[in-house]
């Protein structure tokens, strides 16, 4: 296990570094440019690129930037926050992202595990009706509508909650959007689970578990919740990234300084270093993730072994 | 069986060599047959099944009645989907059958006979005067064409890609799931906007941009499945036998893992369209003046305070189409599954 | 119990999503005002990008920087100048030496005094190529000595022409006359800058609210990207005795219905108003609309479309847009149709009447015109029909007039296809060096208050194409009059009007198409009085009291 972590570990590093090298391309034929005022002359355009030096190579462009990068210093904003360092301007918002997200996650897939053992083990009854349709629901509405839907009634209507972030309370403020953003998860959590758990409380093991006289919780909990739980996992990898990278929409509504709406900015902008930056840290989460996934897949269940070829 | 009618000579463990097995085929197992004894086949057993199912069928009627009005509708409401009223810029709808809920008031106020409207516009007019049916079921339409082609694209790459990186393991999953980390690994809108350099926005832009990235979930949720099932003895057992990988994915661990994919499908529909809206938000979706139901909600999401209805029936639509889309997953995931066969 | 409170949660989410089907429509209720605090709350849909005076671009840097730092001059509510760190100044006879005398009570937040070397410090480094600020054309534009020789490098920074006689005198040499020089002078690039400080800082300097020396009436206090930023009173003001308001918490929502939200709920004072909120809000006393000095247009590629160079072609486009159709009935928000180039409320005449309140207007919106003179283009051109690709930014705004553009053109038989890209794209696309479009929308931000910012600046100068494309020996005659140094640019009354021939010689051949001057809708709380917006000139909080 611990060999086949490392090599993980090293094919993490070369992959992150051809994500890297493969967008520096894209960025390089991207329409668009940081200075692009109507106002700039040709010429002005010309100093300012030699000024933050992207008038350079492509190779030796990357090149400064691994060699910085290796540093801890990803360069400078080019126009969202004019010449601030890009770490300055990411990490906080990572750690604004990464809060609302656990709290979402956190949420949602508790829910969810409720509402998928209800629904799982209760096949075909009306608990299984609710909670099947509070799980299509989750997927149906469009997370927007619920979020503004929330922020009118339960801040607006009913002033409980705050409709907008505020720094100084991170977690008061954000009980609203935690709600919308947990939605999702809840929704998938939900639908997986019941998936597996009719097909595990059907398989023979729990049968006999059955016949054996064991109570309906231990059945549930002992030996069929653990094999359910495979393909939960799988989807709570990438659901999990994309959750803590930030939601625009929820960023947007309740004026979360998130990093969701800081790539999609950064990005109509041209604003290279920090949609670098951003995927650095995206591509790192995901790739960690997903080695967490396959590691975890042994662990729920023995008899699979990733490492091992066919 | 006893050792008698054994008709080979009787090796020991230890002499056994891979000649000393053959693979004799499906066909030929007569246990094969003897399931098959109803003489129903597999199609029309999982149909009769799915019909039992009354949600699966509804969904199935409610979604029929969908296409039926995404193709009928832009025809029957006398307007284009382009036309553009002056003045009469988001008038709420007005339905004389639906009078008690869509009575042309917004706010209290007869917006209709406010301006002298005397058509009636079911669904309302959007913020340019144009008739929001129309709109709504053009917009279906390209839902239905993303859903399609999300479906195709999930089941084509998606499960392909999923079953190959499972069931080989070794080298080509380390390389496949590199490769997926890649992909997934660069954000979308770069990859989107460089799109825009070679096509024009619109229904192509949309297909291709998805087919980036739309089939990686699919694929993630297939290869959990595979890594389960191939270490299971049934799978052992046809490899054994010496089936090569093919048949055994096709026959032994597909039929297993169907319920799943269909689940994964029905999921990765939403997300097209979300996708979609979210591509018509950063202006890379489908040009004006052409609608889909994303870029309508999108739309009407900036007016849901005030003109409530330009969100309100695009969304309907799309919830129902979700819902649907969920239901007859359920009932077709069912219908499908082996293991309730007998029962 | 699990199971109670999982059939609490369910009934609890049914109800909220019934509810908000239904519910959400209706409440322009009041706007109660529930802050009674002495401290102004303000929505923004932007943030900050630089707090840097010479750095920052646009309009709401510039304005958090004027709530922190003075200029030399100023405008009062009716757009007036007035001295701020100036005390009082003079034009020499030619026009070429300005001499301002500097208030002796100014001080930095530091403790340092405001002195006429501040100002030299801050003009020479926005000129340096070093910083290579994107405003560093302000500069030349205000046309100061051997400005182009430094900002190229070619010339030493000491060269540049301005000088501090002694602590208090600032005298700058221009080098022709530029009639609006004192204009220039409200604009916050101009500010004074504490060299110690700017220079101790290094890098660091504007990147945070502890990198920044306040000399103006309030002092930022807190700025948290992405979340909102806080201004308090500076107490050490020379003025402070009429401040009246203890400071402003802005807060950044970049969702017009959640800020509309937080004004009902008393949480904002001002906000602004999206184009479907206004249908809303348009009866409420906090209702206002004001006009902004952006010009929008289209913007013609003769190279790629050389028929675009048929005048009538052009006259038949410009007369089938119903522009009273897309600023009442879409955008609502207060937007002015423009049948001129020169929008209201940018500039007042030697009468002090505003030029457009002496202008004609110049066509209207008349479809038999607009198809007479596609049928003369036809005529001319030898061709049937037009096929135009049409270059647009993504906004809201943008793609619903596109598509009314689009439609009115139908009508007589010009197609438009819609390209929307993001903003940052169609600028490029749109930028001289690439000229990559057919018919692109696109608008010019007035940078100071004389028509010259649209005459001189965007219609003629070398950053236009519009030269490239159409050399008009009339307009280009008429221009040099105007321009700074040009024949009347020391007569202010016969330039003005020559000014008015220049607009009808664009507006004759309309080389670009005028659409619309923007306008803002917003929410400003009857509690607040003494707000003071300008179309040219920055949104000042200064004279703001509360009830």
């Known amino acids: 296990m611990v060999k086949y972590v490392l090599k993980r570990l090293f094919w993490a590093l070369v992959t992150v570094l051809l994500i890297l090298f493969i967008l520096f391309l894209l960025l390089e034929f991207m329409p668009g440019s940081p200075f692009n005022e109507e106002k700039l002359t040709v010429d002005q355009i010309r100093i300012l690129k030699e000024h933050y030096g992207l008038d350079k190579p492509f190779f030796e462009k990357f090149w400064i930037f691994l060699v910085n990068a290796t540093k801890g210093d990803f360069g400078i904003s080019y126009n969202l926050q004019k010449n601030m360092k890009v770490s300055q301007i990411v990490m906080p918002r990572l750690w604004v992202s990464v809060r609302l997200g656990l709290q979402a996650i956190g949420l949602g897939s508790v829910m969810g595990v409720i509402l998928g053992v209800i629904s799982g083990s209760n096949q075909n009854n009306w608990k299984d009706s609710v909670a099947t349709i509070m799980a299509v629901v989750g997927v149906s509405i469009p997370s927007f509508v619920f979020a503004l839907t929330l922020s009118f009634l339960l801040g607006y209507k009913i002033p409980i909650f705050s409709m907008i972030y505020q720094a100084n309370h991170p977690f008061a403020s954000t009980i609203l959007p935690t709600i919308s953003l947990s939605l999702f998860t809840m929704a998938q959590v939900t639908r997986f689970l019941r998936t597996e758990l009719v097909e595990v409380m059907d398989s023979e093991y729990i049968r006999l578990a059955t016949v054996k006289g064991l109570s309906r919780i231990k059945i549930l909990f002992k030996h069929g919740f653990r094999n359910a739980l495979i393909s939960v996992v799988t989807i709570f990898g990438p659901l999990v990234v994309n959750v803590l990278t930030g939601s625009l929409v929820i960023e947007k509504i309740f004026s979360i300084p998130g990093i969701g709406g800081l790539l999609v900015l950064a990005i109509q902008s041209s604003d290279y270093n920090i949609i670098v930056m951003v995927t650095f840290i995206y591509s790192v989460l995901y790739i960690a993730v997903n080695l967490l996934v396959d590691v975890l897949y042994g662990v729920i269940d023995p008899r699979i072994r990733v490492s091992k070829g066919a | ?343 | 119990m699990k199971k109670l409170r999982v059939f609490l949660f369910v009934i609890v989410s049914l109800a909220l999503l019934a509810s908000g089907c239904t519910g959400s429509g209706g409440s322009s209720g009041s706007s109660g005002d529930t802050t009674k605090d002495n401290i102004l709350h303000v929505a923004k849909d932007t943030d900050i990008r630089s707090l840097d005076t010479n750095v920052a671009t646009d309009g709401l840097s510039f304005e958090v920087i004027e709530t922190f730092t003075d200029s030399l001059l100023d405008y009062d509510a009716a757009g007036n100048l007035i001295p701020r760190l100036a005390e009082s100044w003079s034009v020499s006879e030619d026009g070429l030496t300005w001499t301002f005398n500097l208030r002796k009570d100014a001080t930095w937040s530091n403790g340092d005094p405001v002195t006429a070397h501040d100002f030299v410090f801050s003009w020479r480094r926005l000129a340096s190529p070093d910083l290579a600020s994107d405003y560093n054309y302000m500069v030349s534009t205000a046309d100061i000595v051997n400005a182009a020789g430094v900002m190229d490098g070619s010339l030493p920074l000491e060269d540049l022409g301005v000088e501090a006689v002694d602590d208090y005198t600032l005298v700058v040499h221009l080098a022709h006359s530029v009639p609006y020089f004192d204009q220039l002078m409200t604009f916050p690039v101009f500010n004074p800058l504490n060299e110690a400080f700017v220079t101790a800082q290094g890098d660091n300097y504007a990147l945070s609210v502890d990198a920044l020396l306040s000399c103006g009436p309030f002092i930022l206090t807190e700025w948290t990207p992405g979340s909102g930023w806080k201004v308090t009173k500076n107490p050490d003001y020379y003025d402070a005795d009429s401040i009246k308001i203890d400071g402003i918490d802005f807060i950044l929502s970049s969702d017009y219905q959640a800020s509309a939200l937080l004004f009902e709920n008393g949480q904002v004072d001002i906000t602004k108003l999206s184009a479907s909120l206004v249908d809303q809000y348009s009866s409420n006393p906090a209702f206002q609309q004001v006009p902004d000095g952006y010009l929008w247009y289209l913007s013609l590629n003769f190279e790629i479309h050389p028929e675009l160079r048929n005048v009538n072609l052009r006259l038949a486009m410009a007369w089938a847009i119903d522009r009273d159709n897309i600023t009442q009935n879409i955008m609502k928000d207060g937007s002015y149709s423009a049948y001129y180039m020169i929008p209201i409320g940018l500039a007042t005449g030697p009468d002090g009447k505003d030029f457009r309140d002496g202008g004609p207007t110049y066509y209207g919106y008349d479809l038999e015109k607009a198809k007479e003179y596609l049928e003369l283009a036809k005529a001319e051109l030898g061709v049937d029909s037009f096929t135009f690709e049409f270059l647009i930014e993504d906004s809201e705004e943008a793609k619903n007039n596109a598509a009314q553009i689009q439609a009115d053109l139908a009508e007589i038989g010009i197609t438009l296809e819609i390209v929307s890209v993001p903003k940052s794209e169609r600028l490029s696309r749109m930028n001289k060096s690439q000229k990559d479009f057919q018919i692109g929308m696109t608008r010019w931000g007035p940078d100071y208050a004389d028509p010259n910012t649209y005459l001189g600046d965007n219609f003629s100068a070398a950053n236009s194409y519009l030269i490239e494309f159409w050399n008009n020996a009339d307009y280009n005659a008429c221009v040099a009059d105007i321009v700074p140094g040009g024949a009347l640019s020391t007569d202010v009354a016969a330039r003005w009007d020559r000014m008015y021939e220049c607009e009808a010689i664009l507006m004759a051949e309309v080389p670009i198409i005028p659409i619309w001057q923007s306008g803002i809708s917003e929410l400003v709380s009857t509690r607040v009085h003494g707000l003071e917006q300008h179309v040219v000139g920055l949104t000042s909080y200064r004279n703001i009291t509360l009830d």
């Open chain 2, 1 to 343: 069986m006893s050792e008698k009618e054994f008709p080979y000579p009787l090796k020991s463990p230890e002499d056994l060599v891979k000649e000393d097995f053959k693979h004799v085929g499906y066909l030929n197992l007569p246990q094969q047959e003897m399931i098959q004894g109803t003489g129903i086949s597999n199609l029309k057993d999982a149909w009769l099944r799915f019909c039992k199912n009354k949600g699966a069928l509804v969904g199935l009627i409610i979604i029929l009645i969908i296409l039926f009005w995404a193709i009928i509708g832009p025809m029957i409401s006398g307007y284009r989907y382009d036309l553009v009223h002056k003045g009469w810029n988001n008038l709420p709808p007005k339905m004389p059958a639906l009078s008690f809920l869509f009575d042309g008031t917004e706010r209290g106020v007869d917006i209709y006979a406010k301006i002298g409207v005397e058509q009636n516009f079911w669904f309302g007019t959007d913020e340019l005067g144009r008739d929001l049916f129309t709109r709504v079921w053009e917009g279906t339409r390209v839902s239905f064409i993303i859903a399609f082609v999300a479906v195709i694209i999930d089941m084509l790459f998606g499960v392909t890609y999923g079953m190959i990186s499972g069931y080989f393991g070794g080298v080509v999953d380390m390389v496949m799931q590199r490769i997926l980390e890649i992909i997934n690994g660069i954000p979308n809108l770069v990859v989107v906007t460089l799109f825009v350099l070679v096509f024009k926005p619109g229904m192509l832009t949309i297909i291709l941009s998805l087919m980036i990235t739309g089939w990686i979930n699919m694929s993630r949720v297939v290869r959990s499945q595979v890594l389960k099932y191939k270490e299971q003895e049934f799978v052992l057992a046809a490899k054994v036998l010496g089936a090569n990988g093919f048949m055994i994915l096709l026959k032994e661990v597909l039929p297993n893992i169907l319920g799943q994919m269909i689940v994964m499908t029905m999921f990765s529909i939403p997300n097209a369209i979300f996708y979609e809206a979210f591509l018509a938000f950063v202006g890379l979706g489908l040009r004006e003046p052409f609608a889909s139901l994303g870029s309508l909600i999108n739309k009407g999401y900036n007016s849901m305070l005030t003109h409530m209805h330009l969100l309100l029936f695009p969304v309907i639509v799309l919830a129902l189409l979700m819902l649907c889309f969920n239901l007859i997953a359920d009932g077709l995931r069912d219908a499908f599954d082996p293991k309730m066969k007998g029962f």
